[in-house]
């Protein structure tokens, strides 16, 4: 039965379940909300933090009064990148949104609340707003937060939340966009980029979450290796 249990251990690993070895990096869930009724129904995938030791703020590394990420995704003309900064010395994670390049690029403006649920061991707050007043949790203490972006053509803008500590989740609903050619996307540290833009169907809200999901080919690998188990333990 001992033998059993940890070759089940071992499966469970193999598809992600349990974690055997120290975590180099924290995974996150991706959601939508298609039909516009606040309830996440379409999984859109998982994503990597971008783990560093450094404050949000250094890492949001001023340029010119652009952003331009130590740890993350780099800026690109005309694309709105979300993606979480982890700072490991302290466990903590923080919520990065930056558009646009520094000298390249198209002006636009585009705004998002951003909605913090969830067991929260530490208060999140305003980390960077880029520029004053463009990023604002209202009322005070409350978790939730309105950006308003407008920034001309060669600039970068975004801001940060956090520290996000806990079971947590982030719900992100996005708000007007002056110009449709801005890309939006989840960024990924292992080069994953999950589209926000909803091709094939509307995205009235965003969820990221800590509570991590499954990819379909670790379930199917965690069934087949039960089912190769259990076929083992018959015979």
């Known amino acids: 039965m001992k033998k059993f249990l940890v070759m089940v251990m071992a499966v469970l690993a193999t598809a992600g379940f349990v974690n055997l070895a120290p975590a180099e990096a924290s995974v996150f869930s991706v959601w939508a909300d298609t039909n516009n009724d606040a309830v996440k129904d379409l999984f859109l995938g998982n994503i990597v933090s971008y783990d560093g030791t450094i404050t949000p703020e250094d890492n949001y590394n001023y340029v010119n009064y652009s952003g331009s990420p130590t740890y993350g995704p780099q800026p690109e003309a005309d694309k709105l990148k979300l993606f979480i900064y982890e700072r490991t010395t302290y466990s903590n994670d923080f919520l990065n949104i930056i558009s646009g390049k520094e000298g390249a690029g198209s002006g636009h403006s585009f705004s998002a609340t951003v909605d913090i649920a969830g ?17 604002v949790e209202t009322p005070s203490n409350s978790n939730h937060f309105v950006g308003n972006w407008t920034y001309l053509a060669g600039k970068t803008d975004g801001g940060v939340i956090g520290p996000l500590r806990g079971s947590w989740e982030a719900v992100i609903t996005p708000g007007k966009d002056g110009d449709s050619g801005l890309v939006h996307g989840f960024y990924s540290a292992d080069g994953n980029v999950i589209s926000l833009d909803g091709s094939t169907a509307p995205y009235y809200r965003f969820y990221v979450s800590n509570a991590v999901v499954p990819e379909p080919a670790s379930m199917a690998l965690l069934g087949l290796g039960l089912a190769g188990l259990l076929r083992r333990k018959r015979v």
């Open 119 to 135: 067991t929260l061991a530490t208060d999140p707050i305003v980390r960077v707003p880029d520029d004053s007043g463009e990023l």
